[in-house]
Nanobody
Framework: QVQLVESGGGLVQAGGSLRLSCAAS????????MGWFRQAPGKEREFVAA????????TYADSVKGRFTISRDNPKNTVYLQMNSLKPEDTAVYYC?????????????????WGQGTQVTVSS
């Protein structure tokens, strides 16, 4: 069982930055791949970024590539999402998710555990 708690969301102007954190419980954090997803009002939840268990493999949605960076600190059981050059269309609730296995994926259905989400609002 893994419990995930996101933090770091808030209100920021377009062009600004935020760093989201996701703290995980459990002693097996390093055996999970981690992902970030987001859901805007009236839209389906979508993939943002994912990272493998060691941090060596990452993958990003095209819409955030070059602006967002996912990273993890296994001794701290934490995964991060650094978001730069934010745009109003990045406004959404951001969710952290954990998936058993070493390979990060983009598919929502492959993730086993989810956090409650943190709101990110980007004003124009």
């Amino acid at each position: 069982q893994v419990q995930l708690v996101e933090s770091g969301g808030g209100l920021v102007q377009a062009g600004g930055s935020l760093r989201l954190s996701c703290a995980a419980s459990g002693r097996t954090f390093s055996t999970y791949s981690m992902g970030w997803f987001r859901q805007a009002p009236g839209k389906e939840r979508e993939f943002v970024a994912a990272i493998g268990w060691s941090g060596g493999m990452t993958t990003y949605a095209d819409s955030v590539k070059g602006r967002f960076t996912i990273s993890r600190d296994n001794p701290k059981n934490t995964v991060y999402l650094q978001m730069n050059s934010l745009k109003p269309e990045d406004t959404a609730v951001y969710y952290c998710a954990a998936k058993r296995g070493v390979v990060p994926t983009t598919q929502i259905w492959e993730y086993d555990y989810w956090g409650q989400g943190t709101q990110v609002t980007v004003s124009s």
